[in-house]
């Protein structure tokens, strides 16, 4: 079995179940917890599958669906965010940007794993949604190349190697600059970007709008000013560089989440609204291959000193 048949198994099927209002007509009426929320909404974490690593070890992969469409949360990792069994850390994020983010981290299990359980637990506003990792077969990912055909442009490409130079505290009123230089060998080829019109179709407005039987639906969500929607992605050409925020007390603002990298060079800045530590992390893709860095930063605020 593939990988995306997989991927949508464990994340599509999944959360059209989730979905599922109860008590829906036959007929497919919407209900009104089908609608689409601004904020308000919690977390859904997903098992993504499992890969047996070469020292025998098991790499158990998750990500996550947060239901909003605008409401960025954080939940720090305790009874609240938690994996057992085991240490409840085991790297997973504590903020969670919007919408359905794959592939997010990965877990080590033993050897003798056998058919014991890994479960994720995410508990918003007293709602605990969970996601559970056992070695299915039917669960095994492929490689990366699995089911393809390898060109002798992949068999030579290699992963881009980065570093970061981001300084390790600042101010809060100040923005700080993430650079991040990246050797890569040029392959592959650059080629014209594709929107994802999936990934389109989930930035799309909330529609709020009861149906013509329906009283009007008390919904706690906002208007939201424009501007601030999110929007579909426009994918950049060739080596780029993403940042997100993975672990602190709030989200930050990126003025480009992604950037391109030019002349061995990928420049952004973060803002930030409180102060805190912050754990960013930055992924250099080469539309193949990456490489992943994390970096801390403290943030100050000197009104409060």
């Known amino acids: 079995m593939s990988y995306l048949l997989r991927s949508l198994l464990s994340g599509g099927v999944l959360l059209l179940v989730l979905a599922a209002p109860r008590g829906a007509s036959a007929?497919?009426?919407?209900?009104?917890?089908?609608?689409?929320?601004?904020?308000?909404q919690?977390?859904?974490?997903?098992?993504?599958?499992?890969?047996?690593?070469?020292?025998?070890?098991?790499?158990?992969?998750f990500g996550y669906l947060n239901r909003n469409y605008v409401e960025t949360l954080v939940v720090p990792v305790g009874p609240d965010n938690k994996i057992e069994p085991g240490v409840a850390d085991r790297g997973q994020p504590t903020v969670f940007n919007t919408r359905i983010q794959r592939k997010q981290f990965s877990v080590t299990v033993p050897k003798d794993w056998g058919k014991k359980e890994l479960v994720w637990s995410v508990t918003v506003r007293g709602t605990t949604e969970k996601a559970v990792a056992w070695l299915q077969p039917e669960w095994e990912i492929d490689p990366i190349y699995a089911g393809k055909t390898r060109t002798a442009e992949s068999?030579?490409?290699?992963?881009?190697?980065?570093?970061?130079?981001?300084?390790?505290?600042?101010a809060l009123s100040n923005a700080l600059t993430l650079t991040v230089t990246v050797q890569d060998d040029g392959l592959p080829?650059?080629?014209?970007?594709?929107?994802?019109?999936?990934?389109?179709?989930?930035a799309q407005p909330p529609t709020l709008k009861p149906l013509p039987d329906q009283p009007e639906i008390p919904v706690n969500v906002p208007s939201v000013a424009s501007g601030t929607r999110?929007?579909?992605p426009q994918t950049p050409q060739g080596?780029?560089?993403?940042?997100?925020?993975?672990?602190?007390?709030?989200?930050?603002?990126?003025?480009?989440?992604?950037?391109?990298?030019?002349?061995?060079?990928a420049v952004a800045t973060a803002t930030f609204t409180k102060p805190g530590t912050y754990l960013l992390r930055a992924k250099a893709n080469d539309g193949e291959l990456t490489d992943e860095k994390d970096v801390n930063v403290t943030v100050n605020d000197p009104s409060q000193r």
């Open 42 to 61: 919690g977390v859904q974490p997903i098992f993504e599958g499992w890969a047996k690593n070469p020292d025998g070890t098991f790499s158990m992969h």
């Open 230 to 232: 999110p929007r579909g």
């Open 239 to 265: 080596l780029v560089v993403n940042w997100i925020v993975w672990r602190g007390p709030a989200a930050v603002a990126f003025d480009a989440a992604t950037t391109t990298v030019k002349e061995g060079k």
């Open 189 to 202: 080829v650059p080629r014209k970007p594709r929107q994802s019109t999936a990934a389109a179709a989930q």
């Open 155 to 170: 068999l030579k490409n290699t992963a881009p190697k980065m570093s970061l130079d981001v300084p390790s505290t600042i």
């Open 27 to 40: 007929q497919g009426n919407p209900q009104p917890n089908s609608f689409k929320f601004n904020v308000g």
